[in-house]
């Protein structure tokens, strides 16, 4: 069983994101088992912060990420890049420098999103690509997943109500579950 944990990089209650993630879950593959985690409670990076102690709640996110098999990063976008919220968590996962290895070094990673434009989170998507480069990730380039028009692919509830898309994400997770299955 692939262990995924996907983390929604918005705070908004009713996000489309995180309810993209919500739909991933109940449609993960039988060989794959995908765990929620929120960057909620994250701080901003402060290197003061971090010269005092690690914040409980990166130290918490950091041990999720650690004891699982993949990462599943459900990104927004923001002005046509990534969300800085999302950015600054991860930023506090690679802290410190050492730890980049044991938290993401060689970890299958793939990136979804969903956005009321017309284009999806293309952009945001490929702004991850040299953070996950430069903590030496392994990205999964089988699929790409950037749901546009978000409001009407998710009902008032946060449902994912488009027959298209659901497949579509259906066969990413299966993609990307025999991906982060290979050693």
């Not at 996000?15 to 994250?42: G, Y």
């Not at 459900?74 to 980049?100: C, H, M, Q």
């Amino acid at each position: 069983m692939i262990k995924i944990l996907g983390i929604s990089g918005s705070l908004r209650a009713k996000s489309f994101n995180s309810a993209l993630l919500a739909a991933a879950v109940k449609l993960q593959p039988e060989d794959a088992q995908i765990e929620v985690a929120s960057i909620r409670d994250i701080p901003l990076y402060d290197g003061d912060v971090e010269a005092k102690g690690m914040p409980a709640a990166v130290d918490a996110l950091k041990a999720r990420v650690v004891a699982t098999d993949a990462l599943l990063l459900v990104t927004p976008e923001y002005n046509n890049s990534l969300p800085g919220v999302f950015k600054n968590a991860i930023d506090w996962l690679s802290r410190p420098s050492a730890d980049v290895k044991r938290v993401f070094g060689n970890r299958p990673v793939a990136i979804i999103g969903t956005s009321p434009g017309s284009y999806g989170t293309i952009l945001s998507q490929q702004g991850w690509l040299p953070v996950l480069r430069t903590l030496g990730t392994r990205p999964w380039f089988g699929g790409r997943l950037q749901v546009a028009h978000a409001q009407q692919v998710f009902d008032d509830t946060g449902e994912l109500i488009d027959e298209k898309v659901r497949a579509h994400l259906a066969e990413f997770l299966r993609g990307f579950s025999a991906f982060a299955a290979r050693r």
